[in-house]
């Protein structure tokens, strides 16, 4: 309060004097050293600021007073303060005030009733120091590491600079000592909402959260201090591969109540159960060799899916992507984004799954195979393939047909890789298109006509021919008469004496003259006879020789002139006996 001038002391009763008087007792005790004084800044100097604490003599805080850089530019004219007396300075007529000792003072306080009361008191942690951190409530404070959060802190340097509520675990006045818990706080908070939240709860509830964190099975939802499990299964009806597809930590979000445990403190929470389940009446909707349009969201190995409409979802196998025989992987084929045409293929709605082609929504390549040649018709192609029963080879862009082991030559092979090779071009003859089952047969022989139809036209039985030996079995040898051309001669034509096993008068390789003895021209069999061609041999060659003699000798000559050989010792025994 600034002094009363002379000319308003004149004008001043005794009545006036009295109360300026007891103004000033009172005021006296107000400001005794100790007391906690409110005043208002009416200086700021580089040295101290002066404050007006409403009495005849201003009061000073000394700026070194202030605890740091930030708090002295803080202090303003006009700013309310607080501090306590500690001495006045006579000589300059100002009372000696300090902030820092206020604010010590009712921090002491502060932390004594927060003890005492098991409530919180607000601190900053300003440093990092061996087995804690130092917190600022007015005195500074310890923080045990273990206390500092209810988890491990990995980042301490996080923590520094920032304000917190506490629990006061330990306090000594008389040494200024304090160990603060911001763990106990945090997790009686935690405690007081889950009571709170947990007793609102209901199934089936619609409640709002925030997503907390995402893992490969989920998403933790913040629902205001406790949180609940968004499972990945509860959150979309079709199909997703991760939680990050639908959500962000941070978002904000609306889920239901599926079910929960305040026991086990667990809370178990929906996102799909926000919309009507599309697969209540998918067959309804989609029906086996119906057409529809959808989305490609995603390709696999073993196929692609198509969202058909939001949660339902079909997959493309990859042996329904394309006609060729080929496995081709989804990614040559689609993208994911894309639109697509698809056919419905099955529907299983106890099982969610929809099974779906893109091949089907074209024509068969056979069919405009079939449009364009017919059996017998020449074609060029690029065998892509070799298998022990046969060759595949690409006529056209995707249409392969197969040229069996038996089509590919009228020789005997024992594997189509002796006479064909992968990548090597060739001709064939299309032999059957059958578009029902999905087959092309070719023919690479019959470019060389029907060799058993000119056999059979060029031989008759009776006809000595000369063959190979093939193959030896229990009732007889095959024989190869011409390539491709194969006969049988069985065991009672193989020679004059009986034979039971081949193998001991006749090998593989062997080559020989046989008769024919039998043709089947439907069932392409021929039966010969090494027996009846000898024979035959041997009377041609006696026919040679009796070519060879006297023209005038006969036959009967011959065999008349034997039997009087013969006859002439018997004549001869006779007359001996007599």
Same mark, same amino acid.
């Given at each position: 309060?600034?002094?009363?001038?002379?000319?308003?002391?004149e004008?001043l009763?005794?009545?006036?004097?009295?109360?300026?008087?007891?103004?000033? +007792?009172?005021?006296?005790?107000?400001?005794?050293?100790?007391?906690?004084?409110?005043?208002?800044?009416?200086?700021?100097?580089?040295?101290?600021?002066?404050?007006?604490?409403?009495?005849?003599?201003?009061?000073?805080?000394?700026?070194?007073?202030?605890?740091?850089?930030?708090?002295?530019?803080?202090?303003?004219?006009?700013? !309310?303060?607080?501090?306590?007396?500690?001495?006045?300075?006579?000589?300059?007529? %100002?009372?000696?005030?300090?902030?820092?000792?206020?604010?010590?003072?009712?921090a002491?306080?502060?932390?004594?009733?927060?003890?005492?009361?098991?409530?919180?008191?607000?601190?900053?942690?300003?440093?990092?120091?061996? !087995?804690?951190?130092?917190?600022?409530?007015?005195?500074?404070?310890?923080?045990?590491?273990?206390?500092?959060?209810?988890?491990?802190?990995?980042?301490?340097?996080?923590?520094i600079?920032?304000?917190?509520?506490?629990?006061?675990?330990?306090?000594?006045?008389?040494?200024?000592?304090?160990?603060?818990?911001?763990?106990?706080?945090?997790?009686?908070?935690?405690?007081?909402?889950?009571?709170?939240?947990?007793?609102?709860?209901?199934?089936? +509830?619609?409640?709002?959260?925030?997503?907390?964190?995402?893992?490969n099975?989920?998403?933790?939802?913040?629902?205001?201090?406790?949180?609940?499990?968004l499972?990945?299964?509860d959150?979309?009806?079709?199909?997703?591969?991760?939680?990050?597809?639908?959500?962000?930590?941070?978002? /904000?979000?609306?889920?239901?109540?599926?079910?929960?445990?305040?026991?086990?403190?667990?809370?178990?929470?929906?996102?799909?159960?926000?919309?009507?389940?599309?697969?209540?009446?998918?067959?309804?909707? %989609?029906?086996?060799?119906?057409k529809?349009?959808?989305?490609?969201?995603?390709?696999?190995?073993?196929?692609?899916?198509?969202?058909?409409?939001?949660?339902?979802?079909?997959?493309?196998?990859?042996?329904?992507?394309?006609?060729?025989?080929?496995?081709v992987h989804?990614?040559?084929?689609?993208?994911?984004?894309?639109?697509?045409?698809?056919?419905?293929?099955?529907?299983?709605?106890?099982?969610?799954?929809?099974?779906?082609?893109?091949?089907?929504?074209?024509?068969?390549?056979?069919?405009?195979?079939? =449009?364009?040649?017919?059996?017998?018709?020449?074609v060029?192609?690029?065998?892509?393939?070799?298998?022990?029963?046969?060759?595949?080879?690409?006529?056209?862009?995707?249409?392969?047909?197969?040229?069996?082991?038996?089509?590919?030559?009228?020789? /005997?092979?024992?594997?189509?890789?002796?006479?064909?090779?992968?990548?090597?071009?060739?001709?064939?003859?299309?032999?059957?298109?059958?578009?029902?089952?999905?087959?092309?047969?070719?023919?690479?022989?019959?470019?060389?006509?029907?060799?058993?139809?000119?056999?059979?036209?060029?031989?008759?039985i009776?006809?000595?021919?000369?063959?190979?030996?093939?193959?030896?079995?229990?009732?007889?040898?095959?024989?190869?008469?011409?390539?491709?051309?194969?006969?049988?001669?069985?065991?009672?034509?193989?020679?004059?004496?009986?034979?039971?096993k081949?193998?001991?008068?006749?090998? =593989?390789?062997?080559?020989?003259?046989?008769?024919?003895?039998?043709?089947?021209?439907?069932?392409?069999?021929?039966?010969?006879?090494?027996?009846?061609a000898?024979?035959?041999?041997?009377?041609?060659?006696? =026919?040679?020789?009796?070519?060879?003699?006297?023209?005038?000798?006969?036959?009967?000559?011959?065999?008349?002139?034997?039997?009087? =050989?013969?006859?002439?010792?018997k004549?001869?025994?006779?007359?001996?006996?007599?």
């Amino acid at each position: 309060m600034s002094e009363i001038t002379k000319k308003e002391e004149e004008n001043l009763s005794s009545k006036d004097y009295e109360s300026l008087l007891d103004q000033y +007792q009172f005021n006296a005790k107000e400001i005794a050293p100790g007391k906690i004084i409110k005043g208002k800044v009416i200086k700021v100097t580089s040295t101290h600021a002066l404050v007006d604490i409403g009495f005849k003599s201003e009061g000073i805080i000394p700026m070194e007073d202030f605890i740091s850089i930030k708090d002295k530019n803080e202090i303003h004219p006009g700013d !309310n303060i607080e501090a306590i007396v500690e001495r006045s300075d006579l000589k300059e007529g %100002y009372l000696v005030l300090s902030h820092k000792k206020a604010i010590a003072f009712k921090a002491l306080n502060s932390l004594e009733r927060a003890y005492n009361h098991h409530t919180w008191v607000m601190g900053k942690i300003i440093e990092k120091i061996k !087995n804690g951190y130092t917190v600022n409530v007015g005195i500074n404070t310890f923080l045990p590491d273990s206390h500092a959060d209810v988890r491990t802190v990995r980042e301490p340097e996080n923590l520094i600079g920032n304000r917190y509520k506490f629990k006061v675990i330990k306090f000594d006045r008389k040494s200024e000592n304090a160990v603060l818990s911001r763990k106990l706080f945090l997790q009686d908070e935690r405690e007081k909402r889950r009571v709170r939240i947990f007793s609102q709860l209901s199934q089936g +509830q619609k409640i709002k959260g925030q997503v907390k964190s995402l893992t490969n099975f989920g998403a933790f939802i913040d629902l205001g201090g406790v949180e609940g499990l968004l499972h990945v299964s509860d959150m979309s009806w079709g199909k997703i591969n991760h939680p990050s597809e639908i959500f962000k930590v941070g978002e /904000k979000v609306e889920v239901v109540v599926l079910d929960f445990n305040e026991k086990e403190e667990k809370i178990s929470l929906g996102y799909k159960q926000m919309i009507p389940n599309p697969w209540e009446n998918v067959e309804e909707k %989609y029906k086996i060799g119906q057409k529809i349009t959808g989305k490609v969201v995603s390709l696999a190995d073993f196929g692609a899916f198509v969202e058909l409409e939001k949660g339902v979802e079909g997959l493309i196998h990859v042996s329904d992507l394309t006609w060729t025989r080929k496995v081709v992987h989804p990614k040559k084929i689609l993208t994911p984004g894309e639109e697509v045409t698809v056919s419905i293929l099955n529907v299983n709605p106890s099982t969610k799954r929809i099974s779906l082609g893109l091949k089907q929504v074209m024509p068969h390549p056979l069919e405009l195979l079939k =449009q364009k040649y017919s059996p017998g018709a020449r074609v060029k192609g690029t065998i892509t393939s070799i298998t022990d029963f046969g060759a595949f080879m690409e006529v056209e862009k995707g249409v392969e047909g197969l040229i069996h082991i038996s089509d590919i030559s009228w020789e /005997k092979i024992k594997h189509p890789s002796e006479k064909l090779k992968v990548e090597e071009e060739v001709e064939a003859i299309i032999l059957n298109i059958d578009v029902k089952k999905q087959k092309l047969s070719l023919g690479i022989k019959q470019l060389e006509g029907d060799i058993w139809e000119d056999f059979f036209n060029r031989q008759k039985i009776g006809d000595l021919v000369k063959t190979k030996i093939v193959r030896l079995t229990d009732f007889g040898v095959f024989v190869e008469i011409t390539p491709g051309i194969e006969g049988v001669v069985f065991l009672s034509e193989l020679d004059e004496q009986k034979i039971e096993k081949p193998e001991e008068a006749f090998s =593989q390789g062997e080559e020989r003259i046989a008769k024919i003895i039998k043709m089947n021209p439907k069932e392409k069999k021929i039966s010969l006879s090494f027996k009846q061609a000898r024979l035959e041999l041997q009377k041609l060659e006696y =026919q040679k020789y009796l070519e060879s003699q006297d023209d005038k000798l006969t036959l009967g000559d011959v065999f008349k002139d034997h039997f009087k =050989q013969i006859q002439s010792p018997k004549k001869n025994k006779k007359e001996e006996k007599r």
